[in-house]
């Protein structure tokens, strides 16, 4: 082993000290923002949670990027390289669980939202790792940039593309995503779908449904044949394409005419230029949706979403500390607890994941995550850390289960040491940034990244607030008040 390769591992075992260290501060952000459970563009507690243990270990925080007001990207340090890392922490509707019981318990009934993916893990395992890899670099006059994002509203694919057409993430040399997965892992290559997230506004006349019909202009009528013409469309589109949609405002009342209707669409499939394709298309479905109902009707763009994609040399620079750091060690209880969740959910009865899995090239999958964005932009890794249990079904209750519960917390010192190390290496290696570069330049070829969002086009901040206020109130009881405390 060089003295070079020597060094950089003692930095690393620094980092790993300072996480192990203070791995009940990384388990108290997860903690903390698994009750407050907020959904995505209403994450302020969650917010202003993680900035305050970003500042607290010296980092300057800017909140508010792009109009998004739960936003934040926080920078501690100077000069290039600039590397980043980026996460989301939202919730999902109707999603509350006790966490540590293996069967269907809501926190609170009635349908608050939960966190039933992770998000509150990516967050833990994020700050953790950027915390860890800003003190050795302290400790060891590392000279570089080190940026953390906070993106709300990841389930409905907003921050990351105002980020960028803002300029807030220009001048990242590499960037790295944290995820929760139920591995220890991470991938190369074309991962998830691309979307667009639009809604269609039809505009008519209102009056009485009885009395004097013919006087209107029916905009929930145009609503509908906007769905039946796009759902005999799909008999022409690409097999690999994935459209739905939910309608945000159908009319008031049975007895008025709806004036004013709303369907929310998304547009996915396997690069941007199909997704794009399909909107189109529906557009002039609508056109002659609001033509048959002598309506007008309006999109408003809420997202655009490439498809994310990992970067070859990010990957192999993950892999090699995934084998560094290796899975967690698990106990007799987490084994039981996992056990009896794929038991009641009928899923294979395994256990915890317990071994690393190669690196291997990522088959795409129809989900979507904004990240995919920046991954076209900037050269991007991929970091999977293992707080689901294996066989839970995202967005359901048996996925919120192992969330704040040890299975979690050791994840999230997993997955931080995985960061740390990696972020590390692209600091002290010029060489492997370098061929990080290259190979991402080589991987997108010509297919440069471009934003399609409106350049006057502004996040949607008021999304979630009403279910929000409706549920935070009972919702407070849990809230964890300690702050985190960096030793």
Same mark, same amino acid.
């Given at each position: 082993?060089?003295?070079?390769?020597?060094? $950089?591992?003692?930095?690393?075992?620094?980092?790993?000290?300072?996480?192990?260290? =203070?791995?009940?501060?990384?388990?108290?952000?997860?903690?903390?923002?698994?009750?407050?459970?907020?959904?995505?563009?209403?994450?302020?507690? %969650?917010?202003? !949670?993680?900035?305050?243990?970003?500042?607290?270990?010296?980092?300057?925080?800017?909140?508010?990027?792009?109009?998004?007001?739960?936003?934040?990207?926080?920078?501690?340090?100077?000069?290039?390289? +600039?590397?980043?890392?980026?996460?989301?922490?939202?919730?999902?509707?109707? #999603? &509350?669980?006790?966490?540590?019981?293996?069967?269907?318990?809501?926190?609170?009934?009635?349908?608050?939202?939960?966190?039933? /993916?992770?998000?509150? $893990?990516?967050?833990?395992?994020?700050?953790?790792?950027?915390?860890?890899?800003?003190?050795?670099?302290?400790?060891?006059?590392?000279?570089?940039?080190?940026?953390?994002?906070?993106?709300?509203?990841? /389930?409905?694919?907003?921050?990351?593309?105002?980020?960028?057409?803002?300029?807030?993430?220009?001048?990242?040399?590499?960037?790295?995503?944290?995820?929760?997965?139920?591995?220890?892992?991470? $991938? !190369?290559?074309?991962?998830?779908?691309?979307?667009?997230?639009?809604?269609?506004?039809?505009?008519?006349?209102?009056?009485?449904?009885?009395? @004097?019909?013919?006087?209107?202009?029916?905009?929930?009528?145009?609503?509908?044949?906007?769905?039946?013409?796009?759902?005999?469309?799909?008999?022409?589109?690409?097999?690999?394409?994935?459209?739905?949609?939910?309608?945000? =405002?159908?009319?008031?009342?049975?007895?008025?005419?709806?004036? !004013?209707?709303?369907?929310?669409?998304?547009?996915?499939?396997? =690069?941007?230029?199909?997704?794009?394709?399909?909107?189109?298309?529906?557009?002039?479905?609508?056109?002659?949706?609001?033509?048959?109902?002598? #309506?007008?009707?309006?999109?408003?763009i809420l997202a655009v979403c490439w498809p994310t994609r990992a970067n070859r040399a990010m990957a192999e620079i993950i892999q090699s500390?995934?084998?560094?750091?290796?899975?967690?060690?698990?106990?007799?209880? /987490?084994? %039981?607890?996992?056990?009896?969740?794929?038991?009641?959910?009928?899923?294979?009865?395994?256990?915890?994941?317990?071994?690393?899995?190669?690196?291997?090239?990522?088959?795409? @999958?129809?989900? #979507?995550?904004? &990240?995919?964005?920046?991954?076209?932009?900037?050269?991007?890794?991929?970091?999977?850390?293992? @707080?689901? +249990?294996?066989?839970?079904?995202?967005? $359901?209750?048996?996925?919120?289960?192992?969330l704040a519960t040890t299975i979690a917390h050791k994840a999230e010192v997993n997955g931080a040491k995985v960061l740390a190390a990696s972020?590390?290496?692209?600091?002290?290696?010029?060489?492997?940034?370098?061929?990080?570069?290259?190979?991402?330049?080589?991987?997108?070829?010509?297919?440069?990244?471009?934003?399609?969002?409106?350049?006057?086009?502004?996040?949607? +901040?008021?999304?979630?607030?009403? *279910?929000?206020?409706?549920?935070?109130?009972?919702?407070?009881?849990?809230?964890?008040? *300690?702050?985190?405390?960096?030793?």
């Open positions: 082993m060089s003295e070079k390769n020597t060094k $950089t591992d003692q930095i690393k075992s620094d980092a790993f000290k300072y996480i192990d260290l =203070n791995k009940t501060e990384i388990a108290k952000i997860g903690d903390a923002v698994f009750y407050f459970a907020e959904l995505g563009m209403q994450e302020f507690r %969650t917010s202003d !949670y993680t900035a305050d243990a970003l500042r607290k270990a010296g980092f300057e925080v800017e909140v508010g990027i792009s109009g998004i007001p739960p936003a934040w990207v926080a920078t501690w340090g100077s000069g290039t390289p +600039v590397i980043a890392v980026h996460c989301e922490a939202d919730a999902i509707p109707k #999603c &509350s669980q006790v966490p540590g019981i293996p069967e269907e318990k809501p926190l609170i009934e009635g349908g608050a939202p939960g966190h039933a /993916e992770g998000h509150n $893990t990516n967050i833990a395992a994020m700050i953790g790792g950027a915390v860890a890899a800003k003190r050795v670099m302290e400790k060891e006059h590392i000279r570089g940039t080190l940026k953390v994002y906070f993106a709300p509203a990841e /389930e409905q694919n907003i921050s990351r593309p105002y980020f960028l057409r803002d300029g807030h993430m220009d001048g990242i040399d590499a960037t790295f995503h944290i995820h929760v997965s139920d591995e220890l892992s991470t $991938t !190369y290559g074309i991962r998830q779908y691309g979307v667009i997230s639009v809604e269609f506004i039809f505009r008519g006349k209102g009056t009485h449904s009885a009395v @004097s019909p013919w006087l209107g202009r029916n905009a929930l009528d145009a609503v509908v044949l906007m769905d039946v013409g796009w759902g005999l469309m799909r008999q022409q589109l690409e097999p690999s394409q994935r459209s739905h949609r939910v309608i945000d =405002n159908g009319g008031d009342q049975p007895n008025q005419i709806p004036s !004013y209707t709303k369907a929310w669409w998304w547009f996915r499939d396997i =690069n941007i230029d199909l997704a794009t394709a399909n909107f189109e298309k529906a557009k002039k479905i609508a056109e002659g949706a609001a033509l048959m109902t002598g #309506c007008t009707y309006e999109t408003n500390n995934i084998e560094m750091v290796e899975m967690p060690q698990w106990s007799n209880e /987490e084994e %039981t607890l996992a056990k009896n969740l794929q038991q009641a959910i009928h899923a294979p009865i395994v256990g915890l994941q317990k071994r690393i899995k190669p690196l291997k090239e990522a088959i795409q @999958s129809t989900s #979507c995550n904004d &990240s995919g964005s920046v991954s076209w932009a900037i050269p991007t890794g991929r970091i999977n850390f293992p @707080s689901n +249990v294996p066989g839970c079904h995202f967005h $359901t209750w048996s996925a919120a289960v192992s972020m590390i290496d692209l600091f002290i290696d010029a060489s492997l940034l370098d061929n990080v570069k290259k190979t991402f330049s080589d991987e997108i070829g010509t297919k440069k990244y471009f934003s399609i969002l409106p350049k006057d086009q502004k996040p949607p +901040v008021n999304l979630n607030r009403d *279910e929000m206020e409706k549920w935070r109130p009972l919702m407070e009881k849990y809230y964890i008040k *300690e702050k985190v405390q960096w030793s």
